[in-house]
């Protein structure tokens, strides 16, 4: 046997089953032994070394886990008061590789006095979290998602076509400050810089009033938005234990940054948008979290709203059965 | 789901609920042992905890240990320390197999 990988190669090529298979055997029993007895370690959802990232409102989070959340959002915007609760359930393929379903529910109260309820499309995608440094409380992530056409109400604007978003994720905490700036380092960002691709570029609807076709056309936007965090937990944890006891030694100060800039058509250049302070509470097995949504523009909506978050950590209720990755 | 929340039936990972001497603390004369307390029970085959001192050498007992009658609690002897600053450094495993670590310093003036 050799501890070298191309000399261990070529063993396995050399190994005659016939006369080392009752020692194949053995150590095939107690390799499975070893994982049924010694707990299998693994780091738990959204760490990076021992930078916790909470899940967010609005901005997606940078990492894979197994998790469910509802979000409760409320904006008065430019054409509509809308509510929406939205649920999103993920569940990790391999351990750094998940997929994700969500939906959500809308009510919106036109401007004209009339309203519409209504199931926005549904929403698919799969996220890979390709480098996590411990050591420099980081974490990247790729992924796709995408909008599916026509399975939402098109009375609350669910478009008839797909949208597909390239996406890439990133989580950086400030732990590796100087000693100097040691209350700086529960400082953390998240971001999510996401082109979004219609999978038709316009819609053509005959207007009945000219005789002639009306044409619509869908734009190719970019979606970018940003986190900034304030550890409580961490400063508590790994800076200065202040005295803060339950609930406070369990929150982050949450500022969301959720930006949409239009690249193409009549919208072309226009930003939307709203920045969203906030706090979450982080339990063992579960978080809140509240928020306000300010909008920064009247494209973005007229007055401030409100965003609530209740998020289950699937991956600690469950640890050993829905929680875990398929393939572990 | 909620039954097992309340109950506290299911394990969560491990962080860390309070420490002694505490985060960040400055005190006056050295501890017997450097202990902290989890917000749930760790393996002890898998947790350890050192203390090292301002040149980075390691300055514990090395008896680092779960506690036997309280599975929350980390801890390890150091002898008597002078003044100066030291750093802890745990790495635990919870009881479902979620690891976490940490760091933190105090001070002994």
Known sequence: ??????????????????????????????????MLVIPVSSWAHGFAGKRFFPTTFKVEDPFVSDEFS???????????????????????????????????????????????????????????????????????????????????????????FSVVSPTFY??????????????????AITGVIAPNFPTRNSNVTFNEDTGENDIERNPTTLTWGFTLQYSLMYLQSFVKDIGLGTPFSRMIIVTEFPMETCLSADCKGKITGTVNPGIVWCGKYMEFGIAAQIPINERSGKSVGILALFHLFIDDLFPKSIGKPIFP | M????????????????????????????????????????????????????????????????????????????????????????????????????????????
């Open chain 2, 2 to 109: 909620f039954l097992c929340i309340l109950s506290n039936t299911c394990m969560g990972h491990a962080f860390p609920d309070h420490s002694d001497p505490k985060v960040g603390a400055t005190i006056s004369a050295s501890p017997e042992r450097v202990r902290i307390w989890f917000d749930g029970a760790l393996e002890p085959a898998f947790s350890t905890i050192m203390v090292h001192n301002a040149e980075g050498k390691m300055v514990d007992k090395r008896d680092g240990r779960v506690n036997p009658s309280d599975p929350t609690l980390l801890e390890v002897s150091v002898p008597q320390l002078p003044a100066g600053n030291y750093h802890v450094f745990w790495n635990v495993l919870a009881r479902d197999g979620h690891r976490t670590m940490g760091d933190y310093t105090f001070v002994i003036k």
């Open chain 1, 70 to 160: 509802i979000l409760f959002s409320h904006l008065k915007e430019p054409d509509a008061k809308t509510t929406e609760i939205g649920i999103d359930y993920s569940k990790r393929i391999i351990p750094n590789l998940g997929i994700s379903i969500g939906e959500s529910y809308l009510h919106q109260d036109f401007t004209d006095g009339s309203s519409a309820s209504g199931f926005g499309n549904l929403e698919l995608g799969a996220k890979y979290q390709f480098l996590t440094s411990a050591e420099h409380e980081a974490l990247f992530s790729l992924g796709v998602s995408a909008e599916i056409g026509g399975t939402g109400a098109t009375r609350v604007g669910a478009e008839s």
């Open chain 1, 170 to 187: 990133f989580g950086k905490g400030f732990g590796d400050l100087p000693e100097s700036l040691k209350f700086l380092r529960p400082f």
């Open chain 1, 1 to 34: 046997m050799s501890l070298f990988k191309g000399e261990a190669m070529r063993d396995c090529g050399r190994t005659n089953w016939g006369k080392n298979g009752l020692v194949v055997t053995i150590a095939l029993g107690f390799a499975l032994v070893c």
